[in-house]
C-alpha cells in the first residue's frame, strides 16, 4: 500500500514541478493533486524538498537506463550520438519547462550538481560513440574527439542558461536540433566548404608577405 501512495505524490509531484517550478508548488497543490489529505502527504515525505529530491533521483534511474540502451543498440554511431545529444538537453527530465529547469538550478543546488553527474556520464559516452565511428569510417579520424565534445556540450549547456530559455521562442528540441545539425555538419555550403580554406591560406599568405 506504501510504494502506490508514494508513486502517486511522486507523479502528482513531478507533473507539477514541470509545469510551474519547484518555488511555484505547493505541499497542499501536490496533495489536493494526488488526491489525499495534506496529513498523509506529510506522513510520506517530511517536507516539499525531499519530494523533490526523490523525484529527481528516481529520474536520474531511468535516465541512466536509457542511456546504456542508447549505448548497447544496433545504431550506428551517428544516430547514437543523435541519441545521446537528444538525451542530454532533456536532462533532468523529458518535458521540463526553462521556468523548472532554472528552479532547479537555482533552489535545489545540490540536486542540480546530481544533473551534472549524469551528464559527466553521458559526455563520456558520446566520446566513446565518437571513438566508434571513426574507427568505422564515418566520422574523420582527424577530428579531435575531445574538442568535438567541447563544443558539442559547451552549445549544449550554454542554452541551458536562464538568460537563453527566457529569451528564446524556440522548444529545447528545436534548439538541441539546431546544434547537432552544426556541429556535424558545419554551417558552410559545400562549396563555401571548399573555398573556405583556399582563402584563408591566400589571406595568411598575404599576411605573412607583410611581415
Known sequence: MGEPLKEKILASARGLFLARGY?????????RQAGMSKRTLYETFPSKHAVATEV??????????????????TKEPLDKLLNLSRFFTQLPYPGITPVALID??????????????VEEKVLSEMSQVIDEGKQMGVFRSEADT??????????LESTMSADFLLNTSLSLEDVYASIFELITRGICRDNGAKAAPAEAKAGKGSHGGAR
Do not use: H, N, Y
Open 23 to 31: 518555488r511555484a508548488t505547493t505541499m497542499d497543490e501536490i496533495a
Open 104 to 117: 532547479l538550478q537555482r533552489e535545489l543546488p545540490e540536486l542540480w550538481e546530481r544533473v551534472e553527474q
Open 56 to 73: 529527481v533521483e528516481s529520474e536520474l534511474k531511468v535516465f541512466s537506463s536509457r542511456m546504456r540502451l542508447i549505448i548497447k543498440s
Open 146 to 155: 575531445a574538442v568535438t565534445i567541447a563544443a558539442l556540450t559547451g552549445a
